[in-house]
């Protein structure tokens, strides 16, 4: 069974820091780029990152540019998202996925170029 499994969630303080894991089983992720997604209540899901196949490309949305950032292990099958100055305004249910091209790093940061997904953990960020 193909399965994505998102921890590391929890509530912290504006400027905090945490670090999100994204454990695979049933498949490898070294073929895979790996998103990271969020969703605030109320509002669309947006991506927040991704990582290449190798882990030598990233990308990241301007908002967590400088103080997110994306790594993977491939020998632990797992990707990992690193926050840093956390700001209330990142407060989401965070999500990581599995683009749907094999093999390929030409993927965009689109919710529909991932098709499998975790089932989220929650960031709180609040004085």
Do not use: H
């Amino acid at each position: 069974q193909l399965q994505l499994v998102e921890s590391g969630g929890g509530s912290v303080q504006p400027g905090g820091s945490l670090r999100l894991s994204c454990a695979a089983s049933g498949f490898t992720l070294d073929y895979y780029v790996i998103g990271w997604f969020r969703q605030a209540p109320g509002k669309e899901r947006e991506g927040v990152s991704w990582i290449s196949m190798s882990g030598g490309s990233t990308n990241y949305a301007d908002s967590v540019k400088g103080r997110f950032t994306i790594s993977r292990d491939n020998a632990k099958n797992t990707v990992y998202l690193q926050m840093n100055s956390l700001k209330p305004e990142d407060t989401a249910v965070y999500y990581c996925a599995r683009s749907r091209t094999f093999g390929s790093d030409y993927v965009g940061l689109r919710v529909d170029e991932f098709d499998v997904w975790g089932q989220g953990t929650q960031v709180t960020v609040s004085s």
